[in-house]
């Protein structure tokens, strides 16, 4: 770095500490009260900015991690804190089902959970869908099928009735229903109610959800104006599946309604290449002076993709998941993952990763950590996870850099 480009960094710094010289900013500050989103550097289309909330900022690019629950599998809200998170989401759908009415008693989640962080609810829409699909993660994120009975009775314009996979009672989720229990949750940034599509279906039958979701959209979005209190921000969700003419539809739609973020969602296709045709071209179409997340992705070559094209969050429980499974996330390797439980890593005596400086690769070794596994210790999966959460943020962390001093290909080249 030139001494030219370091005082430059260094101005940037001052504008992003003190909130000076924005080069975008929200145009709906007005309407969500301690809310705002301001981009102060771009590289190409990739942005650096910060999402202002109630609850503190949020520097973005950024890593959502998935308290789906209300809780963080296999580690702690303290340990979660300490690895550098500065958000994680719970999701309507299973706290509807099984937890709603304690975490309203207690007041919501940052109280019952001690994140005095910024949080996210997800609507349910994904998981009313895939809990009666199986999965569509294969074509969705382009994950591995996992296996659910199915539990969906029926939608229809009101809304979406199914059972229970606790006590198999009929339970209905609408878009009213889905908003008023996420207000009453208290997470900063609430999301529509919407249907999630697979690719299986024809276009015809996406058109038709997709002008359906829009519908459930614009109730979500006249609920929560007329319900909410005044310290929580709505998100808009793109449809369309992989059909150009319906993202451009919903791209349109989301536009032109007042909502404080815009979430890409649905079916993206059905390989990473046709994934990231998909978000390159909806990203072209949305308007650039609101935050945008991309639900449930979390490989770093779809993290990189979007970014280059102007995403500014990400969500996914992929980094926490696999530490369950004893992978740890590494660079350079296939799909950055590192597979703790083989034989191979019996007598490695290295850390996870050396660079790393999490409380795990402080302390531990591969060895130790495989032989936990070995000898079916949960501390391995806790000890896996909290390195999992601290590399996510890191990786965003250098991201963030890399767009602010014009050189965001070596940051990936570093993990890729």
């Keep these: 770095m030139t001494i030219y480009e370091f005082i430059n960094w260094i101005l940037l710094q001052i504008c992003i500490y003190f909130e000076l010289f924005p080069l975008i900013s ?24 910060v999402i202002y909330t ?41 706290l509807f089902l099984k937890g ?11 109280k019952a ?28 994120k382009g994950a591995k099928n996992r296996t659910y009975k199915p539990t969906l009775i029926k939608v229809d314009e009101e809304g979406a009735t199914f059972r229970s996979y606790y006590d198999r009672s ?63 921000s709505l998100y808009g969700i793109v449809q369309g599946g992989t059909y150009k003419d319906l993202r451009k539809i919903s791209c349109d739609y989301v536009n032109s309604k007042p909502f404080f973020g815009i979430a890409v969602g649905g079916c993206l296709g059905e390989s990473t290449q046709e994934m990231h045709e998909t978000v390159n071209y909806v990203m072209d179409k949305l308007v650039k002076d609101r935050p945008v997340h991309l639900l449930g992705i979390g490989y770093l070559e779809d993290i990189f993709n979007g970014v280059e094209q102007g995403i500014d969050t990400f969500d996914c429980v992929h980094p926490s998941r696999i530490a369950r499974h004893g992978i740890a996330l590494i660079p350079k390797t ?30 531990y070794k591969r060895s130790y950590i495989h032989m936990l596994i070995k000898s079916g ?18 990786v965003m962390e ?6 602010e001093i014009d050189d965001l290909e070596s940051v990936k080249s570093k993990y890729i």
């Design 26 to 49: 929200s145009s709906l500050t007005k309407l969500y009260k301690g809310f705002n989103f301001k981009i102060y550097k771009k590289f190409k289309n990739a942005r650096r900015g």
């Design 54 to 94: 109630p609850h503190g900022n949020i520097q973005t690019p950024a890593f959502i991690f998935c308290a789906t629950k209300a809780s963080m599998k296999s580690t702690t809200i303290p340990d979660v804190i300490q690895n550098n998170t500065q958000i994680i989401l719970s999701n309507t759908y299973h």
């Design 100 to 110: 709603y009415d304690t975490i309203k008693r207690l007041g919501g989640l940052h």
């Design 113 to 140: 959970l001690g994140f005095n962080k910024p949080m996210l609810t997800d609507s349910g829409g994904y998981q009313v869908f895939a809990m009666n699909f199986h999965s569509v993660s294969k074509d969705i």
């Design 170 to 232: 009929i339970v209905k989720l609408t878009p009213e229903k889905s908003i008023q229990v996420q207000i009453d949750l208290g997470a900063d940034f609430v999301v529509v109610f919407d249907e999630c599509t697979s690719s299986t279906i024809s276009k015809e039958a996406t058109k038709k959800s997709m002008e359906m979701s829009h519908r459930w959209e614009t109730r979500s979005l006249e609920y929560f104006h007329k319900h909410q209190k005044g310290n929580q």
């Design 334 to 363: 296939r799909k950055n993952q590192l597979d703790l439980s083989k034989g191979k890593y019996k007598d490695d005596d290295t850390k996870i990763w050396n660079e790393c400086q999490c409380s795990t690769c402080k302390t």
């Design 377 to 394: 210790e949960h501390m391995a999966y806790n000890l896996i996870t909290n390195h999992n959460i601290y590399f996510m943020n890191k």
């Design 398 to 403: 250098d991201i963030r850099y890399g767009i």
